[in-house]
């Protein structure tokens, strides 16, 4: 199983504007990802993700909540209303304790940090943190929610993988590890993964 922070952001680094809106995603619409995104949520076990995400999803209004009874952790310090039918602990922790819950509930299968940014941030400073799934969309936002804003200098990280879609996104499958562990990525052709080359 992997820690994995699956994302979308803007071609200039930004995963929500100043609003924590995410028009210029939803403009693109979500067809020639369903796929691609099927596959990937088959294999979630458990979800982390922050407030403002979780906020988003409660304003989408309850049947937007896609993710059955996955055990989910929201990060918060606030009171927030939890969703009825679904397995959701909402409360402030260290994302040690978090990690270590979430994995243990996920069991062979993956752990998701939905978002945003600077929760997946805190788990890549911890280190606990192995891979990044970036889908980068072909729009520039100028401002707003920045991707990963790491707290702990530069960070190596080795391509494992790309993705490219119709409309010009690509996604860029990062292993969070020492470049010498994995192999050259190649490019797979319009949807389609590709895999290390041979």
């Known amino acids: 199983m992997s820690t994995q922070y699956y994302v979308a952001s803007t071609a200039d680094g930004f995963i929500a504007d100043e609003d924590d809106r ?7 619409g979500f067809e020639e990802f369903q796929a691609h995104y099927d596959a990937f949520i088959s294999q979630v076990g458990a979800i982390v993700m922050g407030s403002r995400t979780y906020e988003f999803l409660l304003g989408e209004g309850p049947s937007a909540w896609a993710y059955g009874d996955t055990p989910t952790w929201v990060l918060t310090t606030r009171d927030l209303p939890a969703i009825e039918g679904a397995r959701i ?22 752990v998701w940090v939905v978002g945003g940014g600077d929760v997946a941030a ?3 400073d911890a280190g606990l943190l192995d891979e990044v799934h970036l889908t980068i969309v072909p729009v520039f936002l100028g401002r707003g929610r920045r991707l990963l804003p790491i707290t702990t200098g530069a960070r190596t990280v080795t391509l494992d993988r790309t993705t490219s879609f119709p409309s010009g996104a690509i996604e860029l499958r990062y292993a969070l590890r020492p470049a010498q562990e994995a192999e050259p990525a190649r490019e797979a052709g319009p949807g389609q993964d590709a895999g290390p080359a041979r």
């Open 22 to 28: 995410i028009d210029w995603l939803l403009r693109l």
């Open 89 to 110: 602990s909402i409360g402030a922790a260290d994302v040690a304790t978090v990690h270590a819950a979430a994995t243990a509930a996920a069991g062979d299968r993956n």
């Open 122 to 124: 805190q788990f890549a």
